[in-house]
Nanobody, 117 residues
Framework: QVQLVESGGGKVQAGGSLRLSCAAS????????MGWYRQAPGKQRELVAV???????TYADSVKGRFTISRDSAKNTVYLQMNSLKPEDTAVYYC???????????WGQGTQVTVSS
């Protein structure tokens, strides 16, 4: 099993920045990729950014140029640096770990990000 613990959410004004962290523990050697998803009220959970063990990254179009995902393998931690935040970025942000032969990712508990205009 993999356990994921997020931190770093909070409230910020539009144009501000936040950095989310996600620390992984457990069977971390089985993880292929880690990423961030978000879910706004009344909306489906959506991919924000993902990074693979090979170092490739993928971003949602809505966050390209504003958000940066990074990974510290020594600390088993993945980060999401969020700059130029907009009110539409308001959501619960979830860390995810992808392992092979699993029906879906492992999830963290989520952290709230609120951006006020």
């Amino acid at each position: 099993q993999v356990q994921l613990v997020e931190s770093g959410g909070g409230k910020v004004q539009a144009g501000g920045s936040l950095r989310l962290s996600c620390a992984a523990s457990g069977s971390i050697f089985t993880i292929d990729a880690m990423g961030w998803y978000r879910q706004a009220p009344g909306k489906q959970r959506e991919l924000v950014a993902v990074t693979t063990n090979g170092g490739s990254t993928t971003y949602a179009d809505s966050v390209k140029g504003r958000f940066t995902i990074s990974r510290d393998s020594a600390k088993n931690t993945v980060y999401l640096q969020m700059n130029s935040l907009k009110p539409e970025d308001t959501a619960v942000y979830y860390c995810a770990a992808v392992r092979p032969y699993r029906p879906g990712p492992d999830w963290g508990q989520g952290t709230q990000v609120t951006v006020s205009s």
